[in-house]
């Protein structure tokens, strides 16, 4: 079955760095798109980026731009999201997802998501 | 960008009533390209319609998606006391953008 196991979130200092990873298992990783999602506490779903299946086409939202960076490692399975200059809206539950295709990008699988606090 | 506005903020219902809910958006959404997703508290959400009106693996037939254009409707048809969370809709036609939900509420 499909599993997205996200790792990496925690306590950082307003201007830190956290680096996110997320483990995928069950499906055939390079043929996919996939993305992080956050959901700051209380509030609703905001898309943070996307990655084509080779990694040739990224998104960001202009929230994030300049200061995060997605990647992926296809042999290895994983997703990444190198996040600089944090700042205390970045506090969020993040998700990685998976995306049903290039041509629908809606989400037809969540990770569990892993919780970033950026305060000082 | 595809602003989505939902309405209602929150539908308070009992069990067995019909729940409708709302999704607009500030421009035609292409292709029908919208989604809608579930989410109960300390859970990831989960999709429940894609394509506007089709139906998730293993979703009940109770939800049907509907609408085209900019406008759109999540209903179902009997709530059972699972179906209480918060309902977000989503466009995948231009770029990616969420509404800000809709959380369905036992009265």
């Known amino acids: 079955q499909v599993q997205l196991v996200e790792s990496g979130g925690g306590l950082v200092k307003p201007g830190g760095s956290l680096r996110l990873s997320c483990a995928a298992s069950g499906f055939t990783f390079s043929d996919y798109y996939l993305s992080w999602i956050r959901q700051a506490p209380g509030k609703g779903l905001e898309w943070v980026s996307y990655i084509s299946s080779s990694g040739s086409t990224i998104y960001y939202a202009d929230s994030v731009k300049g200061r995060f960076s997605i990647s992926r490692d296809n042999a290895k399975n994983s997703l990444f999201l190198q996040m600089n200059s944090l700042r205390a809206g970045d506090t969020a539950v993040y998700y990685c997802a998976r995306l049903r295709s290039k041509w629908e990008l809606y989400v037809d699988y969540w990770g569990q998501g892993t919780l970033v606090t950026v305060s000082s | 960008e595809i602003v989505l506005t939902q309405s209602p903020g929150t539908l308070s219902l009992s069990p067995g009533e019909r729940a409708t809910l709302s999704c607009r958006a500030s421009?035609?959404?292409?292709?029908?390209?919208l989604a809608w997703y579930q989410q109960k508290p300390g859970q990831a959400p989960r999709l429940v319609i894609y394509g506007a009106s089709s139906r998730a693996t293993g979703i009940p037939d109770r939800f049907s998606g509907s609408g085209s254009g900019t406008d759109f409707t999540l209903t179902i048809s009997r709530l059972e006391p699972e179906d209480f969370a918060v309902y977000y809709c989503?466009?995948?036609?231009?770029?990616?953008?969420f509404g800000g939900g809709t959380e369905v509420e036992s009265k």
């Open positions: 989503q466009q995948y036609g231009s770029s990616l953008t």
């Open positions: 421009q035609s959404v292409s292709s029908s390209s």
